[in-house]
């Protein structure tokens, strides 16, 4: 009989030293899967980017011949030669309007930022801004240097920011965003606008507690950025709102960028 008892106790301590390794195995796997996902999401937003900067450094060379067009059609003008300002029209301006038709044409200055993460989340911003009605603004007007945070939290702390506010846009009567990013010192600011359907809020419970302009059952988001936030200290953030407006602002402590300067840059 104890030999039994023995024999069900070493067979217990097995069972649930396997269940333990299972479970290590289980969180292993799954780690390397979000690990995996993440790495072809960050590879998605890059080349999806560099594509984009392929097409921008396209208009860029459009613009530059754009002097030698204009010499052109100025002597086809004084010779009066019609089929030659036709030809020209054909062979050129046609390329012109292809160019200018692009989606994204209005949104080139995302490239002045230097983190891929940020450029790729902007992209998919928009996208999602354009397929339900919001009517969103980007305004960067100087190069942006790298932000030093993990990837990860990137994209989780963007992501969310964008997300919100492009959704609680779509709610609202006004149907608007505005990002904007600026370089002052050593620091880079990142202020985000959105219009929301108009409620009364309480400003100091929005990021502490499950509270959204995205409306009832919505706040995980902003419970992931709050956690991001605590991760990182050195950022400052702040946020206002108006009857129909959300305003939050973040600023990134940053050391001089000594990184390379973009080189697709219309000048």
Same mark, same amino acid.
Request: glycine share 4%.
């Given at each position: 009989?104890?030999?039994?008892?023995?024999?069900?106790?070493?067979?217990?301590?097995?069972?649930?030293?396997?269940? /333990?390794?299972?479970?290590?195995?289980?969180? @292993?796997?799954?780690?390397?899967?979000?690990?995996?996902?993440?790495?072809?999401?960050?590879?998605? $937003?890059?080349?999806?980017?560099?594509?984009?900067?392929?097409?921008?450094?396209?208009?860029?060379q459009f613009r530059h011949d754009?002097?030698?067009?204009?010499?052109?059609?100025?002597?086809?003008?004084? %010779?009066?030669?019609?089929?030659?300002?036709?030809?020209?029209?054909?062979?050129?301006?046609q390329v012109g309007r292809d160019?200018?038709?692009?989606?994204?044409?209005?949104?080139?200055?995302?490239?002045?930022?230097?983190?891929?993460?940020? +450029?790729?989340?902007?992209?998919?911003?928009?996208?999602?801004?354009?397929?339900?009605?919001?009517?969103? !603004?980007?305004?960067?007007?100087?190069?942006?240097?790298? #932000?030093?945070?993990?990837?990860?939290?990137?994209? !989780?702390?963007? =992501?969310?920011?964008?997300?919100?506010?492009?959704?609680?846009?779509?709610? =609202? +009567?006004?149907?608007?965003? /505005?990002?904007?990013?600026?370089?002052?010192?050593?620091?880079?600011?990142?202020?985000?606008?959105?219009?929301?359907?108009?409620?009364?809020?309480?400003?100091?419970?929005? /990021?502490?507690?499950?509270?959204?302009?995205?409306?009832?059952?919505?706040? @995980?988001?902003?419970? #992931?950025?709050?956690k991001v936030l605590e991760k990182?200290?050195?950022?400052?953030?702040?946020?206002?709102?108006?009857?129909?407006?959300?305003?939050?602002?973040?600023?990134?402590?940053?050391?001089?960028? %000594?990184?390379? %300067?973009?080189?697709? $840059?219309?000048?």
């Open positions: 009989m104890i030999d039994s008892n023995i024999f069900l106790f070493y067979i217990c301590i097995f069972m649930i030293l396997l269940l /333990i390794l299972l479970i290590l195995i289980y969180l @292993n796997v799954n780690n390397r899967k979000k690990n995996r996902e993440l790495e072809n999401q960050i590879q998605d $937003y890059q080349r999806f980017t560099l594509h984009l900067q392929e097409d921008y450094a396209e208009i860029c754009f002097k030698g067009m204009v010499s052109s059609i100025h002597m086809a003008i004084v %010779k009066e030669d019609i089929s030659e300002l036709k030809r020209i029209y054909r062979e050129v301006f160019l200018t038709q692009l989606n994204r044409f209005s949104y080139f200055n995302i490239f002045y930022i230097h983190n891929f993460e940020i +450029q790729g989340l902007l992209i998919e911003a928009i996208n999602l801004a354009e397929k339900i009605g919001v009517d969103i !603004r980007i305004e960067i007007l100087e190069a942006i240097p790298f #932000i030093p945070i993990a990837s990860f939290d990137l994209i !989780r702390l963007f =992501s969310n920011l964008l997300n919100n506010a492009v959704q609680a846009a779509s709610s =609202s +009567q006004k149907k608007k965003v /505005i990002v904007s990013f600026y370089h002052l010192g050593e620091s880079v600011i990142f202020f985000l606008g959105n219009s929301y359907k108009k409620r009364e809020m309480d400003l100091k419970r929005i /990021i502490k507690e499950r509270m959204t302009t995205k409306g009832k059952g919505h706040g @995980n988001g902003l419970i #992931i950025i709050n990182y200290p050195s950022i400052h953030y702040g946020m206002r709102t108006t009857e129909s407006d959300f305003y939050q602002e973040f600023t990134f402590k940053i050391s001089e960028y %000594k990184g390379e %300067k973009h080189e697709n $840059y219309c000048i």
